[in-house]
Each structure stands twice: as C-alpha cells, then as structure tokens.
C-alpha cells in the first residue's frame, strides 16, 4: 500500500500542505515551536491535526527511526549528583516529607502484587508465580506460610531495551526482574494511597490537568525530557536522606531496585552501573517522578511568595487546589510561579522539554490533550486522531484504525476517512460492517465498524436496554464461552479467536453478527 495516498487525502481535507515523509519532523518541530512560544502564531486545530498524524505511525516511507540506548548508557555514565542550593534542597526536601507521608513494610507487602508487563525471566501470566521468590522481609510479610518457592539469590540487573515512541524515535525501557517488579509495584501503590490524603489521585489526574488548561490561557504546561531517568541516585539521597524526613521510603525503594543494567544489544551482557534510581519499567517510577515533580511545584510556590520558614503540609494541600497539577512529568502551572519552577527543576537536573512545554504561543498541550486559545476562543480536543498501528496486520491494529477513520470521518474529514478505509482496512481486512455516521449509533466498544453516509442504516431499537444498536464484529474468548453481543451489538453464535500454535500469539478471526 502507498501510504502517500493517504498524505494527499489528508492535505486535501485540512487545505495544509504537508511534506514529504523524510522532512516531517522538522516541519513538525517548527510548527509547534511557533505555536507554543510565539503570541502573534495563527495555529489552527486543522494544521495540528496535520502535523501530528503521521507522528505515531511506525515504519513511514524515507524515515530512519532512531534508538536512544546510546543516549541513555551515555547518561548513566555522565550522570552526576545534582548541586544544589541549600535552600532549594532544604524545600523540596521538606515538601516531598508532606507528600510521601509514612512508609509500612506490612501495607506495601499487601500490594504487592506481579504485572502485565515483561520481567527479564521472560515468563507471562500465571506463570510468574513459579519464580523463586527473594528471601526478603518484604516477601515474608506477604507470604508468611512459605507457600511460595524461595531463593537466597536477590536480582540487581535489570535488561535495556526499547519500545516505539514517535515514527522517529524509541523509548528505553529498563525491564525488571519478576520479583523486584512485584515489589517495586507494591511500593508503588503505597505511595499512591499516600497521595490520597493530600487530595490527589493519581488515576483520575490526568484530567484535573486537562480542565485546567481549559480554564485559562494563563495556566502553562511544562514537559520534561527523559525525566526518569533524571531522578538519579544522588537526587534521592539528598531528598530522602535528611534529618526529619523518614529513611524507611529509601531504604525500601533501594531494596527493590536494580543497582546495574544489561544492554541487551551486546550478545556479551556487559553490565554498567544504573545511577537512575528508577528508569522506566521500574514499578514505582512513575509515582515517584510524580511526587519529585509536586515537591519542585511546592517550593517554587515558596520561593516566589518570599516565605523563608519551613514548608508546613496545609501549603503542601492548597498548592495543587488551583495552582498546579502534576500528572508525571506533565506539569500545569499558573504562569506566575513558572519562572521559578524552572529553576527548581533545573536545579533537580532535569531538563525541560521546549518542543511541548507552553510559552507566550496559543498552544497548550498535556496528557494527550490540546487546547488552541484563538482571540480568547478555547478549541479543545481530546486526543488527535494518529494513525498508530498503520498498516501492522496485528489483531490490535483492526479495532485501532476502525476507530480513526470513525474519528476521521466525524471531524468532516472524509477524504482522509475514505483513503484509510480503501488503502488499509478493506485490502488488508475485506469487507467491514458499514453504518451511518450518526453518534447515537456507534460507541466506542463497537470495534469493527467503519461510516459510509451511503451506508443503508441497519440500526434498531432495543427496548430493554432503550439503546439504539447495529450489526458488527465481535470476539470470542478462546478459554471460556462469553457472550461479547451485549457490549457490541446483537448476534447468535459467532467465530472468536484461534491460538497461533507457531508463535503462540492470537489470531483474528471474525464473523459478520446477524440479526437476533
């Protein structure tokens, strides 16, 4: 399939004129450094969604994708303990004491728990239950009868590798080993509840970030670049490792953390130092980086106010209520405090991300959300339509571009509909459930279903559940007998899917649902 078709539909519905796949990214990084850094910019939501579609799809035509593990082992070895202020450290130090609150062993040992993830063994599922569990105190507190296989042998490396990012970059990843994960993931879910009794949760955060910039131009994002791996060793200790802060948080985290790391490049498995004290793919990382990230917010809050006692915890409360939210590393401020939380975060040795961090331009950006202030307009959206799984004839790719050419089609981009429909769904797929374009007829557990406004409209009524419901596609579990029609559509018996006996992983297969 040639993708350029695809690029000529979507120039010809957003009347933007996009060049050619090798020159997209720095088209990309020119446009929304102007839209975020330059006030008089004249961005409109048609060019974002322009110049950030093509910026998820993997593998495009003329573009070399890539890798960071040269920079990441570059930063290991360069990374060096933060210098910093004595006040600022004396600051931040003291707020994240607020925000962390109490370590137990015993509430983490309940918690604790293994993940979808990979882990270095290699093992999925129920599977990683079989694997000799440390002998540590926090694995007797959570297995106190021994009924687990034990080990004397404690894991300290931790295996490099990547996972796709943009079309022309990778993450790294740092994948952990069985048991470490677990525990990391217990500490993890500990400092989460801790979070609750300053008012913050974590899994709903995200949008406290994205109504904020809804509220005013006034309030700015801040992104950080690799901003976990920025949380070096030597930051930790100079936070945590301080008279009237608790050293229990340390002393756990440093249990379950990995002192070195493999690249899995090199068939030798050299191993280096790990002075990140939790990369990504660490279970506790993106708590942790959350909670650094509050404690800079808090002090920069101090700072500009011209306090110069201690950081009492009411301010602590009353600092996220209207002035800031931190979700990760995606950061909103009022602009007042951001001068000085940049230099706070400078000061921790991060680095700030300029290509999605929000200046004088009309452009805000934060967990997947964008807000466009036209002459004091607001245009949001919710996540751009991105084509992702590109033509990846992977089971997870059919509901994904089922539900952009959706997306693409209610945003009156039919040229751009069409072309995904025609070049990638019906040459790679066959025929597909057609409907009309109307909202009330498609929700977004209906996965394989494309709109047509030439489509005949096989909707109906379903009085017992006063929904309105059409024909679609559905799957199978393949270990027990669940009917999916109740969530999709209507249907009698229907094919699901089959194991893949040579790679072990799921086949799709798919059957046209019929009337009931």
Not at 73 to 89: P, T
Not at 134 to 150: A, E, T
Not at 401 to 425: D, F
């Amino acid at each position: 399939m040639d993708c350029s078709d695809i690029k000529s539909a979507l120039r010809r519905d957003t009347l933007v004129d996009i060049p050619d796949f090798p020159n997209i990214r720095e088209w990309r990084s020119e446009w929304m450094s102007n839209a975020f850094h330059t006030e008089s910019s004249t961005a409109s939501m048609s060019e974002l969604i322009a110049c950030e579609f093509f910026a998820k799809a993997p593998v495009l035509p003329g573009v070399n994708t890539t890798t960071s593990i040269d920079q990441f082992v570059d930063f290991q070895r360069g990374a060096e303990r933060a210098c910093l202020r004595e006040d600022v450290l004396r600051y931040v130090a003291e707020s994240l004491h607020h925000i962390m609150g109490r370590y137990s062993e015993v509430e983490a040992s309940v918690l604790m728990r293994h993940g979808p993830g990979s882990i270095a063994e290699g093992h999925t599922g129920h599977d990683k239950w079989l694997v000799p569990a440390p002998d540590l105190p926090i694995v007797n507190s959570f297995d106190p009868l021994c009924r687990l296989p034990r080990s004397s042998y404690v894991p300290r490396t931790s295996l490099v590798s990547v996972v796709p990012k943009t079309s022309w970059t990778d993450r790294v990843i740092c994948i952990e080993h069985c048991w470490n994960q677990a525990i990391q993931q217990g500490i993890g879910r500990l400092l989460s509840r801790r979070l609750l009794a300053i008012g913050i949760d974590l899994s709903t955060r995200w949008r406290r970030n994205q109504e904020l910039i809804m509220v005013s131009p006034e309030y700015a994002t801040i992104d950080l670049s690799a901003a976990s791996d920025s949380i070096t060793t030597g930051l930790c200790n100079d936070l945590m490792d301080v008279p009237g802060n608790h050293v229990d948080w340390l002393q756990a985290m440093f249990c379950a953390r990995s002192d070195f790391y493999s690249d899995t490049r090199k068939p030798t498995g050299q191993l280096a130092q790990l002075r990140s004290f939790a990369s990504m793919g660490n279970g506790f990382c993106f708590v942790l980086l959350s909670c650094v990230c509050m404690a800079a917010c808090v002090a920069a809050r101090h700072i500009a106010n011209g306090s110069r006692g201690p950081v009492l915890r009411s301010e602590v409360v009353s600092s996220f209520k209207t002035d800031f939210s931190v979700f990760g590393d995606d950061i909103v401020s009022d602009s007042k405090y951001v001068p000085h939380l940049r230099y706070v975060l400078q000061s921790l040795g991060f680095s700030l991300n300029t290509e999605k961090s929000s200046g004088c331009g009309p452009l805000r950006e934060t967990c997947g959300a964008y807000a466009l202030w036209s002459r004091s307009r607001l245009i949001f959206r919710r996540g751009l339509p991105r084509l992702r799984s590109n033509w990846d004839p992977a089971i997870d790719s059919l509901p994904s571009l089922c539900s952009l050419q959706r997306t693409l089609y209610r945003l009156h981009y039919h040229h751009t509909a069409s072309a995904i429909r025609g070049c990638i769904l019906d040459s790679r797929y066959g025929h597909l459930v057609v409907s009309t374009p109307r909202s009330e007829d498609i929700h977004e557990t209906d996965a394989f279903v494309v709109l047509d406004s030439s489509a005949r409209d096989s909707s109906r009524w379903n009085k017992r559940l006063s929904r309105r419901e059409i024909p679609c596609y559905s799957l199978r579990s393949v270990t027990r007998d669940a009917w999916l029609a109740d969530h999709v559509g209507w249907g009698a018996s229907i094919r699901g899917v089959n194991p893949d006996e040579s790679t072990g992983k799921m086949r799709l297969a798919l059957s046209s649902l019929g009337l009931g």
